[in-house]
């Protein structure tokens, strides 16, 4: 099916494993974007990728790592999880400059115990 | 610095029409986007502008003032369905878009 999945859609991790939440595109979008959001912070981006191979910071990137080698997938780690990575993890992504922005995937509930 | 305002939470009326104002301050602008997020899922795209004037699709319409960093998203006859939170993302010069912290709007019968 077309269009961008995440997964697992529910995650419950003790603290300190490491984690992996998964994306997956298939319109071969060029940017790739990883978000959290959290009551009252609103979205708040993690890393994002313009391209295979390349990728950035975004406002939040402490205690993350990401990897893109294939165009259709962005993978983001939780290396050492921790209770304020509680939250609720959105991948996107879209072509530069589309009129119609971002297209979300359908998010991850991450619990940290 | 870059940054978007919004209310935190509206109330309105079945039936009724509402609007939620969106400030903006970005470095370069190349659009203003809507979506809507009902609770526990994906933020959906709902409108898209990028000149002045008033964007109208259904029920909804949007507006934009470049001049004044400002757009309104504009509801008309409210279903309950409607419920959910409205977020204003201001696309900056890299590309990138600067989100607000969203409009909860609860609709009342």
């Known amino acids: 099916d077309a269009g961008i999945t995440q997964s697992p859609r529910y995650k419950i991790t003790e603290t300190g494993r490491q984690v992996t939440l998964m994306c997956h595109q298939t319109?071969?979008?060029?940017?790739m974007f990883w978000y959290r959001q959290d009551l009252g912070h609103g979205l708040r981006l993690i890393y994002y990728s313009a391209a295979a191979d390349i990728t950035d910071k975004g406002e939040v990137p402490d205690g993350y790592v990401v990897s893109r080698s294939k165009t259709e997938n962005f993978p983001l780690t939780l290396e050492s999880a921790t209770r304020s990575q509680t939250s609720v993890y959105f991948c996107?992504?879209?072509?530069?400059?589309?009129?119609?922005?971002?297209?979300f995937g359908s998010g991850t509930r991450l619990t940290v115990v | 610095g870059q940054n978007i305002d919004q209310p935190t939470e509206m109330t309105a009326t079945e039936g009724a029409i509402v609007q939620i104002n969106c400030t903006y301050q970005?470095?370069?602008?190349?659009?203003l986007f809507w979506y809507q997020q009902h609770a526990g899922e994906a933020p959906t795209f709902l409108s898209y502008n990028v000149l002045d004037g008033l964007e109208e699709k259904g029920r909804f319409s949007s507006f934009l003032s470049r001049s004044k960093g400002y757009s309104y998203l504009l509801l008309k006859e409210l279903q309950m369905k409607d419920s959910a939170s409205y977020l204003c993302a201001a696309m900056d010069s890299n590309y990138q878009l600067i989100w607000g912290a969203g409009t909860k709007l609860i609709i009342k019968p």
């Open positions: 319109w071969s979008h060029s940017y």
């Open positions: 996107a992504s879209s072509e530069l400059g589309g009129n119609y922005g971002y297209t």
């Open positions: 970005t470095s370069g602008f190349n659009g």
